[in-house]
């Protein structure tokens, strides 16, 4: 099993969005058996659900957000994951300060889709914002899935529906 881990700030908006779309788009793909994912923050408070609106921008496109619970970002959650995404240059700073030996495995969820930007939180905004969010999010993640799958030494799996005997 491969593990993916999403990192924002609070862990209530961009990474849980990421994460959800993120599984969506690999089970479609048959890989949901073979990668999990999961998100947490660099400043979150644990238990925490996920913001409403991300919630229900999610749910408009039939992505369960409802049951995330905050994660703060660990030792133990960086140690277990192959890569960890971050939705801000801050997010790496951070994790660089708490586990400089984990950086290596550390990238921008922009850079998989050859992109150098943050994703803006849009905590406290107007609905419409985590629509763009959740926009941006998933078209980041489709252009970047196979760089995310290239460091996990998977592949896509082939067009047609056939196996590649994963």
Known sequence: MKHILIVCTANICRSPMAAALLRQRLAGLGLAGEVEVKSAGVFAQEGQEASRPAITVLAERNVPLSGHRSLAVSLELLAE????????????????YLAPQHLGKVF????????????????????????????????????????????????????DGESEGH
């Open 81 to 96: 994951a192959d890569i960890v995404l971050v939705m801000e240059e801050a997010h790496r700073r951070s994790l660089f």
């Open 108 to 159: 921008l969820l922009a850079e998989m889709s050859g992109r150098h930007s943050d994703i803006p939180d849009p905590f406290g905004g107007p609905v419409e914002g985590y629509v763009r969010t959740a926009d941006l999010l998933d078209k980041m993640l489709k252009a970047g899935l196979p760089a995310i799958l290239k460091r996990l030494r998977l592949s896509l799996p082939a067009e």
